[in-house]
Structure formats: structure tokens, C-alpha cells
């Protein structure tokens, strides 16, 4: 296995990775252990109060689908692995299994009167995750590690969208100390785009 892909260790202890964090995210989305539900409007009402945190849920699932699907498509650009790029790829990961917290925060405060910490707190991890990313294609980029040409321009381009993404979500982060809802929507709908542009690339 490792003579046909150098990388295979490192994406499959990623995909596990990848695959524990989803299962992590699920866990927030339960009634509270003090409900006291007698009755079925009762429960229909507890259910339209978990109705965010299962939005919640939906988004940062997206999202690390989204990762996973990216990070497959990098390492099948990276003809071999270095210390530095294992070591970049465990950052990324890093992010990766934060975002349940994150995500439990928003699914519990966001439409409360204390959402900032909430909002604040996801978009840092989402321009975490951009540092990941910036870490893992500079260091495939600064040793040599990409197939072809195509992959040395695929993965500069890369690049540059992971600084834009660190960029936009670390200011996000900071404009959620203000308008928080406000911005938790710009959030969902960045990554909506995000999800949109991967498509239409697939498909070209």
C-alpha cells in the first residue's frame, strides 16, 4: 500500500480523524437531560428549541465534509510526504476536531443575548483552519512535493485562497464582536459558496 501511495498512512489516519470529528458533532444534538416533556405539543415545542443547534450541526458538517473532499484532492496532488507537511497536515486536523465545540457553543447561544463569544469562537476556528491549510500547501510548494505542473498551479492557487479564507474569517471573528447573528449568516452563506464552487470544479 505504502509503495503504490507514499501518503497512504497519512490519509487514512486523517480520514479517521475526519470521521471522529463528525461523530463528535452529533452528540450536541439532543433534548436536555431536564426536560420535563409530557405531552406531545411539549415535544414538538423542545424540538423548534433545538432547531439551532441542528442548523448548527448541519453547517459545521458541511464544512468538514467540504475539508475532507479538499484534502483528499491535495493529497493526490503531493507525489510524498516530508516532516514538515506531516507535521502541517496535523495542524490542519487540529482545526478539524475544534469545530464541534464551536459548533455546540452556537447551536446553545446563538439566538440568546450572549452570542458573540459563540460566533467569535467559530469563525477563529475557521481561520484556524486556513493557517492549516496555508501551513500544508507551503510546505508542499517550498519542497517540491507536487505531481506535475497542473498540481503546482492547482496548489498555488490553493494557496492563495487559504490566505483569503484566514483573512475574511479572522475579520469576521472580529466584526461578530458587534453583529453577531449578522455574521453568523455571512458564515453560512460563504460556505454555501464554498460548497457551490467545489461542485462546479468537479464537474469541470
Known amino acids: 500500500m505504502t509503495d503504490a501511495n507514499p501518503n497512504a498512512r497519512m490519509a487514512a489516519f486523517s480520514d479517521g480523524v475526519f470521521a471522529f470529528a463528525l461523530t463528535l458533532l452529533i452528540i450536541d444534538v439532543r433534548l436536555p437531560a431536564d426536560a420535563h416533556i409530557t405531552s406531545t405539543p411539549e415535544l414538538w415545542h423542545a424540538l423548534w428549541l433545538l432547531m439551532p443547534t441542528f442548523l448548527a450541526f448541519l453547517l459545521s458538517f458541511g464544512i468538514i465534509l467540504i475539508t475532507w473532499v479538499n484534502h483528499h484532492g491535495a493529497l493526490d496532488l503531493v507525489k510524498r510526504s516530508t516532516p514538515s507537511l506531516v507535521f502541517a497536515n496535523g495542524f490542519l486536523l487540529l482545526t478539524v476536531v475544534l ?81 453577531p447573528l449578522i455574521v453568523a449568516i455571512v458564515t453560512l452563506v460563504s460556505w454555501i459558496l464554498w460548497l457551490v464552487q467545489g461542485i462546479r470544479l468537479k464537474r469541470g
Not at 101 to 121: C, K, N, R, S, Y
Not at 131 to 151: D, E, F, Q, Y
Request: charged fraction near 10%; include cysteine.
Open 99 to 179: 469545530i464541534p465545540f464551536p459548533t455546540a457553543l452556537l447551536g446553545e447561544f446563538l439566538l440568546t443575548d450572549h452570542a458573540t463569544p459563540a460566533v467569535v469562537v467559530y469563525d477563529a476556528v475557521l481561520a484556524l483552519q486556513a493557517i492549516g491549510w496555508i501551513l500544508m500547501t507551503g510546505s508542499a510548494l517550498k519542497h517540491n512535493l507536487l505531481i506535475n505542473a497542473h498540481a503546482v498551479a492547482a496548489a498555488k492557487d490553493n494557496y492563495r485562497k487559504a490566505f483569503f479564507a484566514c483573512a475574511f474569517y479572522a475579520s469576521l471573528a472580529i466584526v461578530a464582536f458587534w453583529i
